[in-house]
């Protein structure tokens, strides 16, 4: 991460057979390390305000943690929560939406971002106490739920039939404000919005240290979005 106005020096290796390195020495308001969701929606944010960024990763973009999480969006407090991260996860829930709908105007690509709530299941007593704690959470943090009779979710998830016959005590909540996104989908969105930009994407590019003279930044703490 570089201050404005500062100059940066990257180290990319272009020839993995040769151990090639390559200097270049650029000017960016802002340098991200690590490409997956974080470090594109920081570089799509900040570049959409006039900044000049750059994004490296030291492997290809999208292909870490953003590439392989499942895209569930939990619900998040319709209270003022005390928690700084309570607090950041509440705003983000809010947001998603504008965010999503934002990146598809400007790529045309759907992210796939929807409201589709979320289906809590406890067959266990095990679950069953976990599930417990989580509906005192919800209740804290304003978060709506409710409880599915085994009716109810054979109506609409036909599948838990198996379920229900072999563990009849299974219990099932539903949360209408869980969301997803479709991980691909919403990387390709970022990658594109940012191009659209100017964004320098380095790919295969790692920042070997942070070394303050004057004005020159080289990398040796990384600041890692992954």
Known sequence: LALPGAVV???????VACGTIVVMK???DLVVCG??????SLAFEVASRGWKVAVLDSSEFGKGASWAC????????????????????SLSHRLHGDWALRLRERTGIDT????????????TPAERATLAANRLWWSEL?????????????RRMPGL??????????????????CRVRNPRQLAALISACRSLHV???????AVGFVIDGNIYYAHQVLNTN
């Open 9 to 15: 020096v990257v180290a990319a290796r272009l020839s």
């Open 26 to 28: 650029r000017a960016y």
């Open 35 to 40: 490409g997956g969701v974080i470090g594109l």
């Open 70 to 89: 499942a895209g569930i969006l939990p619900a998040g407090a319709t209270v003022n929560p005390t928690d700084p991260l309570e607090q950041l996860r």
């Open 112 to 123: 796939e971002y929807r409201r589709c709530g979320g289906l809590y299941i406890a067959a």
């Open 142 to 154: 304003g978060i709506a739920s409710e409880l599915w009779s085994e009716r109810e979710a054979l």
């Open 161 to 178: 039939g198996k379920l229900i016959d072999r563990e009849p005590e299974v219990e099932f909540w539903f949360v209408p404000d869980d």
């Open 200 to 206: 320098d994407l380095l790919e295969h590019t790692r």
